[in-house]
């Protein structure tokens, strides 16, 4: 699979991931309280930062056995549909009670860093990054893709997400989402099973 195809099947699994994300409500909340471009900064950095860790991880899970990591990309997209099928919209993403002091560039863009850097860590995006990098050896790609849907989906979320959610239900979205991972998994599953 060249470069290109690969940032795009990357980009669209990781944006339509995000959109329900508690990373794009923080965003949210954030880009209705401060200025955008300060907010967009922030967790622009931050989702560097951590497509950079999940890349990390992907590289590392190449390591093994090509049907072990087909195996477990495999499971891993399970239970990430799964946990998009099943996710709690009562999450607190705590952005409220983490408000900067004044309106400065550098506490709005610092606080939405910290604030979208901690609620990333660990995220699906992140475990969908890391077995999207061990699958294909195109990690430029694999990052470029990631990185770009979630500063879609967070630039969305500063500027106009009251906006998507009134045409788009967000229960479409999730499901959407669940889907793709489901036909990745089985696909997944499939070379495992077939060697």
Request: charged share 15%.
């Amino acid at each position: 699979m060249n470069s290109l195809t690969v940032a795009a099947l990357t980009f669209g699994i990781v944006f339509l991931a995000e959109l329900p994300d508690k990373t794009a409500l923080a965003s949210l909340v954030l880009g209705t309280k401060y200025r955008a471009a300060y907010v967009f900064t922030g967790i622009a950095a931050a989702f560097a930062l951590q497509v950079g860790i999940a890349l990390v991880a992907g590289r590392l899970l190449a390591l093994l056995p090509h049907r072990w990591v087909e195996g477990i990309t495999g499971l891993l997209f399970l239970v990430g549909a799964a946990m998009l099928l099943w996710h709690q919209d009562d999450e607190d993403d705590g952005a409220e009670g983490r408000e900067p002091a004044d309106d400065s560039f550098w506490k709005v863009a610092g606080t939405s860093f910290v604030i979208v850097a901690v609620a990333e860590f660990g995220d699906l995006t992140q475990i969908m990054t890391a077995n999207l990098a061990a699958k294909y050896d195109d990690p430029v790609a694999v990052g470029l893709g990631a990185w770009l849907a979630l500063c879609a989906v967070g630039g969305i979320a500063v500027v106009g997400g009251q906006k998507l959610l009134q045409h788009v239900p967000m229960k479409v979205v999730v499901r959407i989402a669940a889907l793709a991972m489901i036909v990745l998994a089985a696909y997944s599953l499939f070379r495992a099973i077939a060697g």
